[in-house]
């Protein structure tokens, strides 16, 4: 359930935020979580395209051809070649270009993740998440484009727009916005009607669960913070942290607009939309540009960028794989998620699933890839 504000002035506190820079400490585990998805996006968006040609195989040079649209890290040639495990290439008669093809466990594979896709539990699971998205900051409808960057933390499968949308009609519709910046009209997915059993936060729950309630659990709501070793934030830093913790808690699933955008109350908003966001994706992370994405459509963009530095035991920021990805903290120990979605498969070398997080053959000897 949605929290209301019944009295917005009360919640309007002052900016106290001390104007010191809070360092970044590199945390190894949480890392190693995100190197251990290196060029699986890329890979399974290539199987993607090759699974959608009714051939089920591209020519090496059709496939070249997708290098940027997927964000190849390198040649189209050089990453089937790389990733042989996953696919394969055979000359389809003389003269004519190589032909790339899913071996038969990747086409297995494949089978596996559909299997999920399809099964009523997940489907349910993934229309509720995706209505929750769509209900963040009290919006109900986002351009598709903002979806599309989203849909594979969202755990989307890639052509949810007709295996998905199209058979939940009282959950959701297709629409024309406008871009405020160019005035261009752009599709967006709309939530048919609002569903206030989905508007409670993840962090809501677990202070239910706890027997809070009401006024009770809006004033006694704190993130959680995990701070790496030799992470020590500063006293005056770690005074207001503390004091911050104590304000009200609002929940992301309202709209908070009228609060002070530069108060301590609005911050404490800004990190509920963010912590809420990430614990809709699947594996509690997502690239920083996702989120700004996601926060310049709702006006929060420059809001989400101080809150991310601003609470570093709540969000760490990765450099790792040619990217900024942020990770939910609380959503890890070490280097496992604590609990896994089925489309995710916990960490180590020898873990089964149906998306590995270890796409990079070399560390195991062995095809690590389910998808």
Not at 59 to 77: E, F
Not at 194 to 219: F, M, N, P, Q, T
Not at 294 to 316: N, S
Request: hydrophobic share 40%.
């Amino acid at each position: 359930m949605a929290l209301s504000c019944k009295h917005p002035h009360l919640f309007n506190h002052i900016r106290t935020f001390v104007n010191v820079k809070v360092k970044w400490v590199q945390d190894p585990y949480l890392d190693n979580a995100v190197l251990k998805e290196k060029d699986l996006k890329q890979t399974i968006s290539l199987r993607n395209q090759i699974i959608s040609s009714p051939s089920k195989s591209l020519s090496i040079y059709t496939a070249s051809q997708l290098k940027a649209s997927l964000n190849l890290p390198t040649t189209t040639t050089k990453f089937v070649d790389k990733y042989h495990c996953v696919f394969s290439q055979f000359q389809p008669g003389p003269g004519l270009p190589p032909v790339v093809k899913l071996t038969p466990l990747a086409l297995s594979l494949h089978k596996e993740e559909m299997a999920v896709h399809n099964s009523p539990i997940n489907r349910e699971d993934t229309v509720q998440r995706l209505a929750r998205l769509l209900m963040l900051a009290g919006m109900s409808k986002l351009p598709l484009y903002v979806i599309e960057k989203l849909k594979w933390d969202m755990g989307l499968p890639h052509d949810y727009v007709t295996t998905l949308l199209a058979e939940y009609p009282d959950y959701f519709d297709v629409c024309v916005v406008e871009d405020p910046s160019s005035g261009k009209e752009l599709l967006a997915l709309e939530l048919v009607s609002w569903k206030k059993e989905l508007s409670v936060s993840e962090i809501e729950k677990r202070a239910i669960s706890l027997g809070y309630s009401g006024d009770k659990r809006r004033h006694d709501i704190a993130f959680p913070i995990f701070l790496p070793k030799g992470f020590d934030l500063e006293k005056r830093v770690k005074t207001w942290v503390e004091n911050w913790q104590k304000l009200p808690y609002v929940s992301p699933y309202e709209d908070a607009f009228h609060l002070d955008s530069n108060s301590d109350q609005a911050e404490k908003w800004t990190v509920a939309i963010l912590h809420e966001l990430l614990s809709l994706f699947v594996s509690k992370k997502t690239e920083r540009d996702n989120l700004l994405c996601f926060g310049e459509c709702l006006g929060l963009a420059l809001r989400f960028k101080k809150a991310l530095v601003h609470h570093p035991g709540i969000f760490y920021i990765s450099n790792k794989i040619r990217t900024q990805t942020v990770v939910l903290r609380e959503a890890y120990r070490k280097d496992f998620l604590v609990k896994n979605h089925p489309l995710v498969v916990g960490s180590g070398a020898n873990a089964t699933g149906v998306i590995s997080q270890t796409i990079a053959a070399e560390w195991n000897g062995h095809l690590p890839f389910l998808g």
